[in-house]
């Protein structure tokens, strides 16, 4: 009877120590956040980048990106296009290196004269090439690049489906509403979900915040842009992206508008010398938490402010509830992050910080008088290496309007 007892013990013991870790690897599993990694801002032969799509998609697909975008300026990628190379291509060996990664069956070339020219895949060609189901999307992209006055404004369209023509216009803001309003007409018309995000605004201090307030129908920005020749950090006269964006956001929200959500980009053009003063790949991206890596899923994700813009830092975790924020950091060993939760209160004219966290965890209980708030990450003490760009290890998370 004691046997018999102690045998069903130790069969029950032994249930325990089988269920207890199932169970608690299934809580752990259903909080666990399914974060996307992509970068919506890129550029290959087909405009000013310096190598070929398939090389530059395949950059991102071995670094752990879930999707990515090429925004050539002014194009879709849809055309017949046989690509002279330059002195420097072939300094960079970018034919051999291109024929020994897809192979000679897949790369066109011919000599004319002294020229060799390339046949550039399209869109379609290398999407169906490199793209993989629930592992990696790339989504079509144009960067249409106008001016006004010589004062550059150029405008992502993510998942755009027929090329749209840069637009002349009476001022900056014209140029801007134009093709912003171009953008949601395709998007009516097709039924296709797409968006647009104004990028580098301080590039060539081209758009400024006073423009950007009086925007109708924009949803993104670039709050950090990788390429050394965009400003983020502004100057004495024009202020940084991230002051832009909060200035803006008040704004938006006392006109009634939907908030202004930030986005982090490579905008990389050069995929051989990488330097400080080279725009490479890996410095700024999004991480979108989406139930699945269909584009439409991703665009719907973001519309809902369900991202973070990241130079650097990666959190294992980010939610909110209508009374707090709470963040955790993805650590890396030897780094230090500091959490700092940004908003706007009743009766200001400008965004407080109101909570500063050293660690790894914060959280911020939302106050009577707050109207949104966002938390930025930075990490204090990383070491620079020669692919980052001075102080830019952070992340930015979404402004949070709250009821
Ligand atoms: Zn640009
Ligand atoms: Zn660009």
Redesign the pocket.
Known sequence: MINKCLKQNQYLIKFILLIVPLLYSCSTEIEKQLWYKGNL?T?SFWSDGDDFPEMIIKWYKDHDYQFIAL?DHNTIADSDFWYKLTQKDIKNKVLNQYIETFGDDWVESKKESEDTYVKLKTFAEYKAKLEEENAFKIIRSE?VTSSFNKKPI?INVTNINQKIDPVKGTSVLDVMQKTLDLVNEQREKLGIPMFAHI?HPNFGYGISTEELKKLNGERFFEVYNGHPAVNNGGNEIYNSTETMWDLINIHYYKQGKPLLYGIATD?SHNYHDYSPNHSNTGRGWVMVNAKNLEISTLIEAMENGSFYASSGVYLKKLSSTNKEIFIEVEPDENISYEIEFLGYQKGNDQISVLKKVNGTTAAYSFGKEDVFVRAKITATNFLENETQLEGSMQAWTQPILID
């Open positions: 801002h550029h925004s960067e150029h990028n905008d």
